[in-house]
């Protein structure tokens, strides 16, 4: 049980270096505060495409492209690519990688699953199963308006707690080789349990999740032994303002208080006052982003140490929603450790 | 100004009518379908109950236009149907008064789907 430090975590034997990451974000996320991180903005929905799931699909395929150019990894030395998305049968992933021609492993961890494949990929390289792992995931707002909610010709009105799907692909190039003072480096995994307290609001996935990211949080601090204090950062994925403050409330409650050091990734990527987005943002590209666009940079510079990145999920179907099932959520957290010099 | 005044009582109307609908989406967990078919539903029952007709007496077009009215308009039908033909109009009527306002949705529906493209919301 070397690398196990306890139920939950690991931490990897040498880290695994993020060397590289890659962008493309919808024409909201550009008009938002990390509109200057992006690699790229689409301003058409549809990317020139005929339907919602061909544009995310084609979002897929150009960040995975973007992130070969930008991390000069050879195709044929990417041994995994750990992807998933939150079309149905993982449409997005599937279709957008199906050129790709390297072994592919299909997650589903809903707007999690930028935590989830890169835990996955981070243990693969670890555990010497692969040199390079790259670790994709997307979200459309109008494909997951349509599978989830309402199809937008209905024009229906939102509720103050539902929560705005990011557009947008994120994409991380994981590495077993890399330098220490100039890469970023993955140290542990801890992987969340599923977490259902009830909630059936599927307007209201904030609060479903929050449980789910309460429990990933006070399992890391347990396993680890580390306290909130550690971390420069400890980021949520999209748990949006109802979200965070629940778990907030509750991370008191467990003994650990996070408040000062801990934000949301959906209450970053957008401006709630300016945009009109309710409750923040959310889906797999929400956390992808900020962390691809905006964190990388922010641990690139050294101006973050110890970022405690944690994508959070709600495990709903469409149809466990229409027949009444509470959401089941999960919370994937990974320890992200820096030693570049701002 | 006395013309003015059915516009003015239809814009009171059907705007109580809408408020209350937008309390519900946001108080209650009611879903959009669910408040559409409660509203139909509930306009079919007071004009049953005759009390609807009152409401459309003073508002005019703000209570046939919103979702009550369609109810109203079914109702109305086959209490038509019903003094007219007996029992099978309870059948026929509701769709015999409002065919005209279900092929319009029908046709014009189609015709905007035909020259637009959905978009994302603002």
Known sequence: MGKRLSSQTIKLDSPVYIISTASIAGSKEGEGPLSSFFDSVIQDPLFGEKSWEKAETKMVREAYSKLISKSGIPVSNINYIVAGDLLNQCTASNFGLKDSDVPVLGVYGACSTMGESMSIGAMLIDGGFAENVACITSSHFCSAEKQFRYPLELGTQRTPNAQWTVTGAGAVMLSKAGDPTKDIMITHVTTGKIIDKGIKDANNMGAAMAPAAVDTLSAHFRDTGRQPDFYDLILSGDLGYVGKNICEEFMEKEGFDIKGKYNDCGLIIFDRDKQDVHAGGSGCACSALVFCAYMYKLLKEGQIKNLLFMPTGALLSPTSSQQGETIPSIAHALSIASNCIS | ?122
Do not use: N
């Not at chain 2, 236009?65 to 039908?77: C, E, I, M, R, W």
């Open chain 2, 1 to 122: 100004m006395q013309q003015l005044f059915p516009y003015v009582r239809a814009f009171i109307t059907g705007g109580i009518i809408c408020a209350i609908a937008q309390i519900l989406i946001d108080r209650t967990k009611l879903t959009s379908a669910r408040i559409l078919v409660f509203y139909v539903t509930l306009g079919t029952i007071l004009t049953g109950l005759g009390i609807y007709q009152y409401v459309v007496d003073y508002g005019g077009a703000g209570a046939t236009v919103p979702l009550t009215g369609f109810g109203y308009s079914l109702a109305k039908g086959v209490i038509k149907e019903v003094d007219k033909h007996g029992f099978l109009g309870a059948f026929t009527g509701g769709i015999k008064a409002t065919s005209g306002g279900i092929s319009a949705a029908i046709f014009f529906g189609y015709l905007a789907s035909v020259i637009f493209k959905p978009k994302a919301k603002g």
